[in-house]
């Protein structure tokens, strides 16, 4: 028997799923972040090694791998795509490495359709346009300085805003306000009626928030989503939201109907910018979420070994 490992690649989690030509799944293998983007070369590939060896069963052929990441630019470097083919021929991997985008594995995991739109609405937001199960255009993705509206980078910075303008004396209390302050300072004292308190704290915001990395902003925008019953963060959901939709709408020719995939903790199946987002949507098209990046990638290995006819392996399937 011969297998296609597909791993779906991240910044702190990697996962490989093994299956066979009849869409079995045969293994599963995990270890830590395994993106050369976020960690040393030599450091991701080891890991991804680690998943594909624990997926893999020992001695079988792996006749096709494919890995799926953000940032997948990463192996035009022919020195990165060197360690890792090292790396994966130290576990028995000696058929050539395939590298994709998460877009492209996101997509392959929630629906068989060859083509279609992926949100992405994690840290960052993009929209992407897939042909062939290949991605053949994106709209956003610009990062934190230039783009990803709706992203949890945004929802925080609006969180952050939302706060100063109530500090300024332009908005209303609210559970949201309180909140940012409790993360910013640690602190649940607050005495808004006070003209002093205020402006101090107004100052304290704008420095810590500029003394930090930028993209810290994002951890404030799981307040958004605790406090959504909120004026103030039902506010900034709906915008985050419109501006997904919007992503996802560039994409798309007018009348299109084919499948929506939603991917990325701020727009998961419970999350409030999801709900919202797949309300949007769903009179126009099929909208789902992506449940599992390895299944996706998994199946797009299989089609590389063997076809357009191999079978797509459950995403509830076991291992055998």
């Known amino acids: 028997m011969s297998v296609a490992v597909g791993v779906d690649v991240g910044g702190t989690s990697t996962r490989a799923v093994a299956v066979s030509p009849d869409g079995v799944i045969v293994g599963r293998g995990t270890a830590g972040g395994g ?8 450091v991701a590939a080891g890991r991804v090694a680690e998943a594909i060896a624990a997926a893999a069963p020992a001695g079988t052929p792996v006749v096709a791998c494919l890995l799926g990441m953000a940032g997948a630019s990463k192996f035009s470097d022919p020195a990165i795509t060197a360690v890792f083919e090292a790396a994966l021929r130290s576990v028995g991997v000696t058929c050539p490495i395939e590298v994709v985008a998460d877009v492209e594995v996101a997509f392959a995991s929630a629906t068989p359709s060859p083509a279609g739109t992926v949100i992405i609405g994690g840290t960052g ?4 346009r897939i042909v062939d199960h290949r991605r053949t255009g994106l709209h956003g993705g610009w990062g934190w300085l230039l783009g990803d509206e709706g992203s949890a980078y945004w929802i925080g910075r609006q969180a952050v805003r939302t706060t100063l303008r109530l500090l300024d004396g332009t908005a209303e209390t609210g559970p949201l306000t309180t909140a940012v302050l409790t993360e910013a300072f ?5 005495r808004f009626d006070d003209v002093r308190w205020r402006r101090n704290t107004r100052e304290r915001l704008i420095t810590a928030a500029n003394a930090e990395p930028p993209i810290r902003l994002a951890r404030y925008a799981a307040l958004v989503s605790t406090h959504a ?7 900034i959901i709906a915008a985050a939201a419109a501006h997904l939709a919007e992503h996802a ?7 299109e109907t ?9 727009i998961g199946p419970e999350s409030p910018v999801g709900l919202a987002l797949r309300e949007q949507l769903s009179g126009e098209t099929e909208v789902l979420f992506a449940p599992d990046g390895g299944i996706g990638a998994a199946w797009l290995a299989a089609l590389v070994a063997w076809g357009p006819d191999a079978p797509r392996p459950s995403v509830d399937a076991g291992v055998t």
């Open 35 to 42: 993106n050369p983007n976020s960690h040393p070369p030599e």
């Open 125 to 128: 937001s993009a929209a992407a």
């Open 186 to 190: 640690g602190t649940t004292e607050t």
């Open 229 to 235: 019953a909120d004026p103030a963060a039902a506010k």
């Open 249 to 255: 709408h560039a994409t798309r020719t007018p009348g």
């Open 258 to 266: 084919t499948p929506i995939v939603l991917a990325g903790s701020v």
